[in-house]
C-alpha cells in the first residue's frame, strides 16, 4: 500500500468521525466542503483550473458549494465520504502522479478536519510514512516559504535540520523546531494549530509570523 493511500483512507475516518458540519482548518469550509473539495479535485476540471487560474476560482467554489449541499443529510454525507475514499481510475493523472500529488494534499487535509474539531495532538506515524513527509516538506520549501523575507532552518525533534530559505537583504535567519506533522502544516498555512516554535531576532520571527503564522 503507497502512504497516500492509507492518507485517503485516515481522511475518510476523520471526515466520518467529525460529521458533516465540522469545522476544520480552511476558513469557510465545514467537513462537508473539504470532503466535496477532494471529489471534485479528482472528478472534475472545475476545482484543479480554478486552483490555478484565479480569475475561474469563483467557479470552483461555486462547485464546491454545491456538492457540499449534497453532504448536509446524515446518507449524503455518507456517500460523499464514500467517494473520498474511493480510488480514482487507473487512468487519472491524480493516480499517476501517487505519493507526489497526493500524499500531502491527504495528510493535510485529515489534519484540516482533525485539528479543526479540536483534537491537536500528533498522530503516530510510522517512521518511513514521516520520512516521505518529510522528503515532500523540503521539496516543497521553495514554495511554501516564497514570502518569508528570513532565512528558514527546519529541526525536527531528533535533530536533523534543514535550510530551506536564504534570507533577503537586511534579514537574518530563524530556526523552525516541530515535528514533522507540525512542519508540514506551518509550511502550509496551518501553524496556528501547531505547536511550532521560532527562533530568532524579533524581526526576523516577525517576517515569518507575517507570512506564515503560528501560536
Known amino acids: 500500500m503507497t502512504w497516500h493511500t492509507l492518507e485517503r483512507r485516515e481522511l ?8 458533516p458540519d465540522a469545522p476544520t ?6 467537513a462537508r466542503h473539504l470532503a466535496a473539495h477532494v471529489v471534485l479535485r479528482e472528478g472534475s476540471l472545475v476545482v484543479p483550473v480554478g486552483l490555478a487560474v484565479p480569475p475561474l476560482a469563483g467557479r470552483a467554489e461555486q462547485a464546491i458549494e454545491d456538492l457540499a449541499q449534497a453532504g448536509l443529510s446524515e446518507g449524503g454525507f455518507r456517500d460523499l465520504v464514500a467517494r473520498v475514499a474511493a480510488e480514482p481510475p487507473a487512468w487519472h493523472p491524480m493516480t499517476w502522479a501517487g505519493d507526489a500529488a497526493n500524499l500531502v494534499e491527504f495528510f493535510v487535509h485529515t489534519e484540516d478536519v482533525r485539528r479543526g474539531a479540536g483534537t491537536g495532538e500528533d498522530r503516530a506515524l510510522e517512521p518511513e510514512r514521516e520520512q516521505a513527509l518529510w522528503s515532500q ?15 528558514v532552518v527546519l529541526v525536527r525533534p531528533d535533530g536533523v535540520r534543514r535550510v530551506v530559505k536564504r534570507p533577503a537583504r537586511g534579514f537574518g535567519t530563524v530556526v523552525v523546531r516541530g515535528s514533522v506533522a507540525d512542519l508540514l502544516l506551518h509550511g502550509f ?6 505547536r511550532v516554535t521560532v527562533e530568532g531576532a524579533a524581526s526576523d520571527v516577525d517576517a515569518v509570523r507575517e507570512a506564515l503564522p503560528f501560536r
Open 12 to 19: 475518510a475516518q476523520a471526515l466520518t468521525d467529525a460529521g
Open 25 to 30: 482548518l480552511c476558513e469557510g469550509w465545514q
Open 137 to 151: 516538506l523540503l521539496r516543497a520549501a521553495r514554495l511554501t516559504y516564497r514570502k518569508v523575507a528570513a532565512g
Open 189 to 194: 498555512g496551518r501553524g496556528a494549530a501547531t
